[in-house]
């Protein structure tokens, strides 16, 4: 059988939770372009193939479509919106946003996966999703000021925001 010590069996009868489960978090995909995950069955590999569903790629759809979300940043998307049936639909729950009609946010936090600085430019993908609002695409990611970088890692360091060892 399974052993339980006396504060875990007193805690269970009080009725306290062993795990709190507030708030909650949800985890919010970092991958390439064209290099998410790709989880198939026999009926839907097709669909899957063409259009793969991550949270990030749905981010960008929303941004693209709704004005409220091209002011947030990418950890901020689950405190105003629910991951349901692949996409991000707005909360129907929580406190009235001031100035924005029909918005709620809730207590919910957004973690974006952690990311190993040996990958850089998904790493770098990474720090520009907590710093650009709104982003529509992975190519709006790249742009700053009129200027297209060719890498994740040439924008981050175009924004100022990468220290290098150059005076």
């Known amino acids: 059988g399974r052993y339980i010590s006396s504060s875990e069996a ?7 939770y062993i795990h709190d489960r507030y708030p909650a978090i949800i ?3 970092v991958h390439l372009e064209n290099g998410q995950r790709v989880y198939f069955t026999a009926n839907n590999v097709a669909e899957r193939i063409e259009n793969p569903p991550t949270t990030l790629q749905a981010f960008f759809q929303i941004c693209q479509t709704d004005n409220f979300a091209r002011t947030l940043l990418y950890p901020q998307v689950a405190s105003y919106y629910v991951w ?3 996409n991000f639909v707005r ?3 929580g ?3 001031e100035g924005w009609p029909g918005v709620k946010k809730d207590t919910a936090l957004g973690r974006v996966y952690t990311i190993h600085p040996n990958n850089v430019e998904c790493y770098h993908l990474r720090l520009l999703l907590h710093y650009v609002k709104g982003p529509t695409s992975y190519s709006f990611l790249k742009i700053v000021n009129n200027i297209e970088y060719p890498t994740f890692q040439a924008t981050y360091k175009a924004l100022g925001l990468l220290e290098d060892d150059n005076q």
Do not use: E
Request: glycine share 6%; no cysteine.
């Open 10 to 16: 007193a805690w269970k009868i009080l009725g306290f």
């Open 27 to 29: 985890h919010l995909d």
């Open 84 to 86: 349901k049936n692949k």
């Open 91 to 93: 909360r129907k729950q």
């Open 95 to 97: 406190q009235n946003v």
